[in-house]
């Protein structure tokens, strides 16, 4: 389905509205998509497709997944919490997993941003160099 500019510029206001302090309030968001639905003004199924969008976005920004190959001790966990909450704001969700594919070091991965420390990696990298 293509949006028109109207349409986005509709779903982007309604997701500015629903923000409170710069974080998306959950009971905001579902008092203006019922009220959307309610009222059905032109496009609106474009302007609620563009801000689920925009919803989802705003989730993976303020997610973050620690993969690391064995179980990180409580002191280490959290100092990544700390360090990853002063990078990207206090109310960032983490979630450490075990991932024995990585063989050693950190992989984190917030939104969009992969900051990948693994020997996996590395060891890509190296075959490929050669």
Same mark, same amino acid.
């Given at each position: ?25 959950e009971s905001r968001v579902r008092?203006? !998509? @019922?009220? /959307? ?5 032109? %496009?609106? &199924? ?35 919490k700390a360090e990853l909450a ?7 969700? !983490? @979630?450490? /997993? ?5 063989? %050693?070091? &950190? ?24």
């Open positions: 389905m293509k949006i028109s500019k109207q349409a986005r510029r509709d779903g982007k206001a309604l997701f500015n509205i629903c923000r409170v302090g710069g974080v998306l309030d008092q203006a !998509v @019922s009220s /959307v639905i309610t009222q059905k003004p032109r %496009g609106y &199924l474009a302007m609620l497709s563009h801000f689920q969008r925009l919803v989802k976005l705003d989730i993976e920004r303020r997610t973050a997944r620690v993969e690391s190959a064995a179980t990180l001790p409580d002191e280490l966990a959290t100092s990544v002063w990078r990207y704001g206090q109310n960032l969700n !983490v @979630s450490f /997993v075990v991932n024995k594919d990585l063989i %050693g070091g &950190l992989r984190v991965k917030v939104g969009s941003d992969v900051y990948d420390g693994s020997i996996r990696s590395r060891l890509n990298e190296l075959a490929e160099a050669m």
